[in-house]
Structures are given as C-alpha cells and as structure tokens.
C-alpha cells in the first residue's frame, strides 16, 4: 500500500476535523459577546433569561446548520457562576426539535455531573487549546456514546469556559468510515492512543493500541492543536 495512500485519508479526516473546529469557533465568537453585561465585573456570576434566550436562539440556528451534531453550547468554570443559580448552557437535537438540556450541578447529589475534571474541560479550559474527546459514554451528561470537541470560551478578554459540541459515535463512524474507505484496515487514534474509528475488526472504535501492531505505520493527522493520528498497514 502506498503511503500517498494513507497521506491522503489523513488530510481527508483532518479538513472534516478543522471544518468542525471551524464553526465551533465561529459558534464561540457569536455567544461570548452575548454574556458582556452578565459577565461584567469580579464572578461569581449569573446568566440572565434574556441572554439565555439569545444563547439557545444562536446555538440552534448553529445546530440547524449543522445536522451530524447532536449537541452544543456553553460550560462555564463553575467558580465563574453563582451556586445557586449554576447551569449549563447546553442544547441537543430532539428528532426534529432542539430543545435545552439541563444538567445536575449539586455536589451533594449522587448524578452531580461533575465535569470539571473531564477531558473536554481540562484541554480546553485549562491548556486553552482545542480538544477532541473521546469516544466515551457520558453517563452522567446526555448518557451516550459520544465524541465531544471543545474550545476556550472568552468573554472580554477573560476565559470563563468552553464552548463545545457533540457528536454520536454512529454518526462519526459514518463520516470517518467513508473518508477511511480508500485504505483498508487503517484506523483514528486519539492522542491517548484509543481507537476512535477503525475500519477493521482489529482496530474497532474504543480499542486501545498499547503497542503499534508488527507491519502498521502511523502518521500525524495535522489539525492544530490536535494530537491524532493514522494508523495503517504497511504495503
């Protein structure tokens, strides 16, 4: 098998990735600015009905644009919002509705979701970079099997959270099977070298390659910012 081969799947996965990366940034530019006047000043803070509003009216128009997204929106760090009035800012796809979703953030109930510390939050919060996460379930989020890609979320100047979205693994599978076709048994790593999509049965979506397998090569799959990867059998 050639390796021009392989080159060329990587760059088919890395523009599907960079056009989502894309519009989740353009999704972030268009909300941050919207929670100015809740924002201002020292947190913590609170997200008012009539920017909430006009979050969930941006997010859906987003969604309507984009129909292999299952969700989207906004996660603050939790210190940045009022206890008592914490929420996620988060819609997902319902048939043909979207509708919000509200998340448990009480530390004292046994479905806290306690995000913080996920992934998704930690690299792009925290490291301030894109991210791609997954595949997991989300047991205590929207409970699926999922791939969620975040970005920082700023609001004048300041970090405050992220801005994310999530796909079902059927539907990554869907994309990614058909960019992968070209190079039989050839396969996405993530950067925690987990299989997010294969297209062969020893390389199937969840599988983690503790050692490259004898005859595969690897590639860079070159988003910025982005640690994925292309494995592949040699020729």
Known sequence: ?????????ARGVAIWLEDLFSGLEEL????????????????PHEVSASVRTELGRDVAAFLDKHPGLDGAGLIFQLSQLKPETARIEWWVRDEDKINRRDFILDPESDRYYDYEYLEWFQGAFHAGTRTVAGPYIDHLGVDDYLMTMAVPCTVDGVRVGVAGIDILMNDVETELLRILSPVSGCAVLSRHNQVLVGNSAQLSTGVRIAVMPPGYSRIPIDVESVDL???FPDA
């Open 1 to 9: 098998m050639a390796n021009s081969q392989a080159e060329a799947v």
């Open 28 to 43: 972030e530019e268009s909300l941050g600015p919207r929670l100015v006047s809740d924002f201002t000043g020292e947190p």
């Open 229 to 231: 990867s292309l494995v």
